[in-house]
């Protein structure tokens, strides 16, 4: 499957933004689906993931309550809406897509990624 992220962008601490990620190209609801994100310097790391059927999300702590994962399979589409921005979640953020299983966290569980898109909060 491929995939294309988008919605990133500037925004202040406190602020919202959604992130979307096109998929194309396999039965998109045969995918779990997640976001990762990478600061400069540091490691790629998992932000939220959600099932196949949209119906289990799940997060990293440094985002629960804040962040929101869902997907539209009739749309090919996933999305992480992001509330509270903090400046800490300034990185690029890149959906990811695995054959896996649901509560998969880790970069190697996914074997699609989409471009990456750069979100900056500032303080």
């Known amino acids: 499957v491929q995939l294309q992220a988008s919605g990133g962008g500037l925004v202040q601490a406190g602020g919202s933004l959604r992130l979307s990620c096109a998929a194309s190209?396999?039965?998109?609801?045969?995918?779990?689906m997640a976001w990762f994100r990478q600061a400069p310097g540091k490691e790629r790391d998992f932000v939220a993931g959600?099932?196949?059927?949209?119906?289990?999300?799940y997060y990293a702590d440094s985002v629960k309550g804040r962040f929101t994962i869902s997907r539209d399979n009739a749309k090919n589409t996933e999305y992480l809406q992001m509330n509270s921005l903090k400046p800490e979640d300034t990185a690029v953020y890149y959906c990811?897509?695995?054959?896996?299983?649901?509560?998969?966290?880790?970069?190697?569980?996914?074997?699609?990624w989409g471009q990456g898109t750069q979100v900056t909060v500032s303080s």
């Open positions: 190209g396999r039965t998109f609801s045969g995918y779990v």
């Open positions: 959600i099932s196949w059927s949209g119906g289990t999300p």
């Open positions: 990811a897509a695995s054959r896996g299983f649901v509560g998969a966290r880790e970069s190697a569980d996914f074997r699609s």
